[in-house]
């Protein structure tokens, strides 16, 4: 049996892991796809101490190798769900059960959708989630960000390199995201910002041709001719598959204070996936080294 089960390979997931074996305690990470969780997609960290800038993917992989060069074990398995049985913890995936003393809840969060017809099926035809991914497909042509937050902003700000014209459109008239992130985007020229305003219709032929905007305020409607739409308005936890086995809150996410201790004795939280008020990639991190020391000291009162 396992000391520590992490489930997710987010910043959370895998500074638990460095944590539990700086402890010299068995960790298996569990991750349904690639390692890094949401920060992989972010082109330039700049608020992380240490490094002025440093890419998403640059940090994944160094923490990454970290928690691999202390003897973390990572599998790239689903987990589908948790059960106790005689004092340990079972984690299923597709594939295979296993088990632990205790185990982190590391999940993140998903991206929230527009809820829009065809949302779904324009995705990878014109709709995406990820300007880091598909930006490139983009290049001098015409595309819309949605959202109001950091994402939104640096998918806006990293597209407006590439593309032609980059709208920004937003649901308010003043961004969440930060300050640096808004004053550089409103200096560059190829950015027009649509205030006030929801997508609230795609327009397509087989791939995203063009989108519909509604103005909050005055009710009008305009067509904005488009080859990509970034959806970014934020995201969604992944506590779907815990619900019977801890507490969540009305928006899903796992009820925790800063010592990342659940409902459930023996199963402790970290990072984006917990009720806490600021998720950033440094509370990310901070959440990992409490959840795999308080898991540590609850293994030793075993
Ligand atoms: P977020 O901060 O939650 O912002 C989501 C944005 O989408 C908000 O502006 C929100 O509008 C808008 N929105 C939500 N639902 C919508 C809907 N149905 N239709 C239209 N607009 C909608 O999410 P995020 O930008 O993904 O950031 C998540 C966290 O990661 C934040 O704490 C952020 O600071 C952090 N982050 C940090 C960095 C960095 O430090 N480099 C980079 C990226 C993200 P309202 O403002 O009206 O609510």
Redesign the pocket.
């Known amino acids: 049996m396992l000391d520590i089960i992490v489930v997710g390979a987010g910043p959370a997931g895998m500074t638990a892991a460095i944590y539990a074996r700086r402890a010299a305690r068995t960790v298996l990470v569990l991750e349904a796809l690639s390692y890094g969780g949401q920060i992989i997609n ?1 082109p330039d ?3 992380y101490p240490v490094e002025a800038h440093i890419s998403g993917f640059d940090f994944s992989t160094k923490v990454y190798e970290q928690a691999k060069g202390l003897g973390a074990e990572f599998k790239f398995e689903k987990v589908v769900g948790i059960r106790r049985e005689e004092g340990a913890f079972v984690v299923e995936t597709a594939k295979n059960a296993y088990e632990a003393c205790a185990v982190i809840l590391a999940t993140g969060s998903e991206n ?1 959708k ?2 829009l017809e065809d949302e779904q099926k324009l995705t990878g035809r014109g709709v995406s989630y990820c300007a880091t991914c598909d930006g490139n497909f983009y290049r001098r042509k015409t595309v819309a960000v ?7 902003l ?1 998918d806006a700000l990293y597209l407006s390199d590439l593309a032609e014209k980059v709208y920004l459109i ?3 008239d003043s ?4 300050e640096t992130n808004a004053a550089r985007l409103m200096e560059r020229a190829n950015v027009e910002i649509v205030w006030n305003s ?1 997508v609230t219709r795609l327009l397509s032929d087989k791939r995203l041709t063009g989108i519909e905007v509604t103005n909050k305020v005055d009710g009008s409607v305009r067509t904005i001719e488009l080859n990509g739409l970034f959806i ?4 969604v936890p992944e506590n779907q598959n815990f619900a019977s086995l801890v507490n969540l809150d009305e928006a899903g996410y796992v009820v925790a204070g800063e010592d990342c201790h659940t409902s459930c004795e023996g199963i402790f939280v970290a990072g984006d996936n917990r009720v806490k008020t ?4 440094v509370t990310a991190t901070a959440d990992g080294a409490m959840a795999a020391t308080e898991a540590v000291k609850y293994i030793n009162s075993l």
């Open positions: 972010t960290i700049e608020n929230r527009l809820g949605v959202g109001g937050g950091n994402t939104a640096e937003h649901r308010r961004f969440r995201g930060e929801n970014a308005v934020g995201r600021l998720r950033q990639l």
